[in-house]
C-alpha cells in the first residue's frame, strides 16, 4: 500500500468541478499532447508542482514549462500557482473532470493492453470510515498476493475528497454512484473499563455524561438515549464526528457512548454495557463511481470488498437483513 505522497503515479484527477464552455476544450484536446495532459492530472491530485515533479521523475521546471504550454494551447488559465502550492481554476476544474475517466482507462490499457482476464494492476482510490480501516488491512494481504501489481490509495473519507471507491453511511448515494448496500452494523452502549459497575442503563442514578457520536458514515439515532429515559437525562460532555476519536474519549474519560459492535468490542479498554441486536446504524453503502465503474481493476476491488463484508458479517456485527 503506499499513500498519497508515494512514489506511484496516482490514478485519478479532481473531480466534481463547475463547468466552462466545452468548445474551449475541445480545441485544445484535438491533436493532443497526452503527456502534458497526464502531467495536468498528477499536478491536479497533488496539489504542488515538487509533488507531481517528484512523482513524474522529472524537474519542477519542465512541469511548469509543460502547464504554462497547455494552458496557452487551451487559452484558459487551469492553475493558480503559489508559494503554497496549485490550486485548480474552474477551468482546470472543469478539465479534471473530464479527464479522470479518460485517464482511468488509459492506465488500465497499459497494464493490460491485451485485455487479458488474469492479473490487474494499477492504482484504486477508496474511501472508508477510519472505524473501518483496521479490519480491512488485515485482509489486503491476501488481495495483493492475488494481484500484486494493484496499488490501493486511502484518501481521507470526506465528501470533497476524489476516489473510485467509497464505503459509507448515506440515506440515499448521489447518482453519480453505483451503489449497493452492505448492510447495517450492530451498535452497542460502551464505557470505560471498571467503571460499568456505576453504571446501569435502567437505573436513574446514573451520573456519568453522554458523549455524543454524530459520525456522518453511521448514521446513528440516538436510539439508546430513547430507550432508556435515564440516559436521556444525562448531561452531554461532547460531540464526535468520528467513531475513532468516539473510542479515545470513552477510554480516557469517564463517560456512555455509543459505538459500532465491530469497533467497540475489539477494544480491551472498554466494557460493553447494553446490547441489542435490534439498535442498528443507518444502511452503509459500497459506491463506485458511475463514470469508472467499467474499469477493469475497480470492478474487481468493488468486487472484492463485497465478497469480504458479506463473509464476515457475523465477525463486523453487519446485519445482512432487508439488503
Not at 466534481?16 to 476544450?25: H, K, M, Q, Y
Not at 487551451?74 to 508559494?83: F, I, P, S
Request: hydrophobic share 40%.
Amino acid at each position: 500500500m503506499r499513500d498519497s505522497a508515494g512514489n506511484r503515479n496516482v490514478a485519478s484527477c479532481q473531480a466534481s468541478a463547475p463547468a466552462i464552455e466545452n468548445s474551449t476544450l475541445e480545441v485544445g484536446m484535438r491533436g493532443m499532447d497526452w503527456d502534458a495532459y497526464r502531467i495536468f492530472c498528477v499536478v491536479a491530485e497533488v496539489g504542488t508542482v515538487r509533488v507531481a515533479a517528484n512523482q513524474l521523475a522529472t524537474s519542477p521546471s519542465t512541469v511548469t514549462r509543460r502547464l504554462d504550454e497547455l494552458e496557452r494551447r487551451l487559452g484558459v488559465q487551469l492553475l493558480e500557482r503559489n508559494a503554497a502550492g496549485a490550486v485548480l481554476t474552474p477551468a482546470g476544474e472543469r478539465l479534471a473532470e473530464r479527464l479522470r475517466p479518460l485517464q482511468a482507462e488509459l492506465q488500465e490499457i497499459g497494464s493490460n493492453p491485451a485485455g487479458a482476464e488474469g492479473d490487474v494492476s494499477g492504482t484504486v482510490s477508496l474511501a472508508l470510515p477510519d472505524y473501518l480501516v483496521p479490519w480491512l488491512s488485515s485482509r489486503l494481504p491476501a488481495l495483493f498476493q492475488r494481484h500484486p501489481g494493484l496499488d490501493l490509495h486511502l484518501p481521507a473519507q470526506t465528501r470533497q475528497q476524489p476516489a473510485d471507491i467509497r464505503i459509507s453511511g448515506q440515506s440515499m448515494p448521489d447518482p453519480q454512484w453505483i451503489a449497493r448496500m452492505l448492510g447495517r452494523f450492530e451498535t452497542g452502549l460502551y464505557t470505560r473499563s471498571g467503571t460499568a459497575a456505576r453504571v446501569s442503563p435502567a437505573s436513574p442514578e446514573v451520573k456519568l455524561p453522554w458523549l455524543t457520536l454524530n459520525d456522518p458514515d453511521l448514521l446513528l439515532e440516538d436510539e439508546w438515549r430513547t430507550r432508556y429515559p435515564a440516559l436521556a437525562g444525562l448531561a452531554e460532555r461532547t460531540v464526535v464526528t468520528s467513531a475513532s476519536r468516539q473510542l479515545t474519549l470513552l477510554v480516557e474519560l469517564d463517560g456512555v457512548g455509543e459505538l459500532p459492535r465491530v469497533l467497540g468490542d475489539a477494544a480491551p479498554a472498554l466494557e460493553l454495557i447494553a446490547q441489542s441486536s435490534t439498535v442498528l446504524s443507518g444502511p452503509v453503502w459500497l459506491l463506485v463511481r458511475q463514470d469508472l465503474h467499467r474499469v477493469r481493476r475497480l470492478r474487481v476491488v468493488y468486487d472484492w470488498l463485497f465478497e469480504e463484508f458479506t463473509s464476515a458479517a457475523a465477525e463486523l456485527r453487519l446485519r445482512l437483513d432487508g439488503v
